[in-house]
């Protein structure tokens, strides 16, 4: 959601090709504000979250309309199209067969809130269906609402283009260089959607895939949200920048972005978590400079902030069980030790001999080279604070068998301090 609103904030000074269409730009400026965009992105969370996961589509329908023409009353004047702004007032309101780009843009909590791409996709057309009863209009709800599903369950940018081109037809083989010189603004699903896509595709960052959007020109605050909604799904977004967000947006919308955030944690297990985190390491190999490094630790600092736990291997010294009482034991029985049972932590060592503590993203990344017999999954937090009270190590690397990334007590330090100082 942060995603959807920071694109909408800052592509709208741009929007009907006010901008130069370039990527060089100051991010925020004293015209950067949220629009319709941001606003009904807002809106369709809270109707989500209301309703619940288990809804019908009728119950999700009703709710979006609700909560939409509620949040239209509390924003009145924030760039509605002419016929959405007749429908936010309408006593019954009924769809009127739109296929703009209002149905993707405000999609983004559908694509996190759901655990199967197919519920994503059915909870999407339910969002569009209200207004946007055309097939491209529910398509570009989908497509949307889709590609944040995939990007935030460790699909590969590969694996996310060939997913919509098959199921949804799009042309995503040109490139942004193609696009620029010709486009202008145009309010479509057909003519946004796909080129938000290609912005994300060909972005290193979210600051980039926003860069990216608003250098198209045209319509920017919704290409922005669309975007963005995708990118920080697939890269995270820096504390920095949601900083900047939550400055921008009042306190009824920040309660609404609080409560989203608040049950996608709980939805979602630490594994999501920790392949924003293997992702923030990949984005390290690609840029290999202290830009990467600034992205990496404010997303373990994100990590940090969600409870997110990393698995820490240790070394028995001495059995759990008898031979008798594992030969005896079934799938699904629970047993009390009647001993002590000693763990030794296991260490890694760098090229010039220094020791690290070495933990891991997930048993896969573990076993391809760890002694460890046993596994414990410790939060992130609990970790940092035990490598600075080992003395003799300088610190930890996650998944030090694989790409890999040290972290050194300096560096934990820093990312303790921040998050006391955030927490206060």
């Not at 000074?13 to 965009?37: I, V």
């Not at 590609?147 to 199921?167: H, M, N, P, Q, V």
């Not at 820490?312 to 009390?336: A, C, H, M, R, W």
Request: net charge negative; hydrophobic share 35%.
């Amino acid at each position: 959601m942060y995603g959807a609103i920071l694109g909408d904030i800052i592509g709208s000074p741009f929007e009907f090709d006010r901008g130069d269409k370039t990527k060089d730009f100051n991010l925020f400026n004293r015209n950067s504000y949220f629009t319709d965009d941001s606003v009904m992105t807002i809106a369709v969370g809270e109707a989500l979250l209301k309703v619940g996961q288990d809804a019908t589509v009728k119950e999700i329908e009703e709710a979006v309309i609700s909560s939409m023409q509620s949040w239209g009353k509390r924003y009145p004047h924030k760039g509605y199209g002419g016929y959405f702004s007749r429908w936010l007032t309408a006593r019954h309101p009924k769809p009127y067969n739109s296929f703009g780009n209002g149905s993707a843009m405000r999609v983004s909590a559908a694509g996190w809130l759901y655990s199967s791409i197919e519920r994503t996709r059915a909870v999407a057309k339910a969002t569009a269906n209200v207004t946007h009863n055309h097939l491209e209009g529910i398509k570009g709800a989908e497509v949307t609402a889709s590609a944040i599903y995939l990007a935030r369950t460790g699909s590969s940018k590969e694996e996310i283009k060939t997913y919509i081109e098959k199921e949804f037809h799009y042309d995503l083989n040109r490139t942004l260089d193609e696009i620029r010189p010709s486009y202008h603004m145009d309010e479509s699903c057909q003519r946004t959607v796909p080129e938000a896509i290609i912005a994300f595709l060909e972005a290193k960052d979210f600051e980039d895939a926003i860069r990216n959007a608003v250098s198209l020109g045209g319509d920017t605050d919704t290409l922005g949200a669309i975007t963005g909604s995708i990118a920080e799904a697939y890269f995270g977004i820096s504390e920095t920048l949601i900083s900047e967000c939550r400055n921008r947006i009042n306190k009824d919308m920040r309660d609404v972005v609080d409560a989203f955030y608040s049950s996608v944690r709980h939805h979602n297990d630490s594994l999501n978590t920790n392949q924003m985190i293997e992702k923030a390491i990949d984005q390290y190999y690609v840029h290999n400079d202290k830009e990467g490094m600034i992205l990496f630790m404010d997303m373990l600092l994100n990590a940090i902030k969600q409870g997110g736990e990393l698995v820490v291997p240790y070394i028995t010294k001495n059995s759990f069980l008898s031979k008798e009482q594992i030969n005896s034991i079934n799938i699904g029985d629970t047993f009390t030790l009647d001993h002590d049972v000693k763990l030794k932590m296991e260490t890694v060592k760098d090229a010039s001999g220094k020791e690290w503590l070495g933990v891991f993203t997930s048993s896969n990344e573990m076993h391809k080279e760890s002694s460890g017999n046993v596994q414990i999954n410790q939060s992130i937090l609990s970790i940092l604070r035990l490598a600075l009270d080992l003395e003799e190590i300088n610190g930890i690397v996650i998944n030090p068998f694989g790409k890999y990334m040290q972290v050194s007590k300096a560096m934990i330090l820093l990312l303790i301090s921040i998050y006391e100082e955030n927490e206060k």
